[in-house]
């Protein structure tokens, strides 16, 4: 089994920024698994937000694109995501995630493409 564990949520104003880390505890191999964010929000889907793959490969959410920049360090089995510029509409829980199956990078992850979830972490942003 994978766990993820993440940190870094709390409250900032808009146009600030926050660093969510996610540290992987896996019996497997962790270079070589597909990472991503995902966040939710009340009463809405959770929704893709940015992911990398073993190559370093990344794709964005369109809504983060600019703005946030996923980053990985095998040598530490940890994933980030540093979010700048940050708007209300970021506020959401975020959850980091893990595939098992290899991933190009070329298209958003669907949350049911998921195997390993982390709990989440709350990202608040005041107006």
């Known amino acids: 089994q994978v766990q993820l564990v993440e940190s870094g949520g709390g409250l900032v104003q808009t146009g600030g920024s926050l660093r969510l880390s996610c540290a992987a505890s896996?019996?497997?191999?962790?270079?070589?698994?597909?990472m991503a964010w995902f966040r939710q929000a009340p009463g809405k889907e959770r929704e893709f937000v940015a992911g990398?793959?073993?190559?370093?490969?990344?794709y964005y959410s369109d809504s983060v694109k600019g703005r946030f920049t996923i980053s990985r360090d095998n040598a530490q089995k940890s994933v980030y995501l540093q979010m700048n510029t940050l708007k209300p509409e970021d506020t959401a829980v975020y959850f980091c995630?893990?595939?098992?199956?290899?991933?190009?990078?070329?298209?958003?992850?669907?949350?049911?493409?998921?195997?390993?979830w982390g709990q989440g972490t709350q990202v608040t942003v005041s107006s």
């Open positions: 896996s019996r497997d191999t962790f270079s070589t698994k597909p």
């Open positions: 995630a893990a595939k098992n199956a290899h991933w190009t990078g070329l298209y958003a992850l669907n949350s049911r493409q998921i195997n390993y």
């Open positions: 990398i793959n073993r190559y370093g490969t990344t």
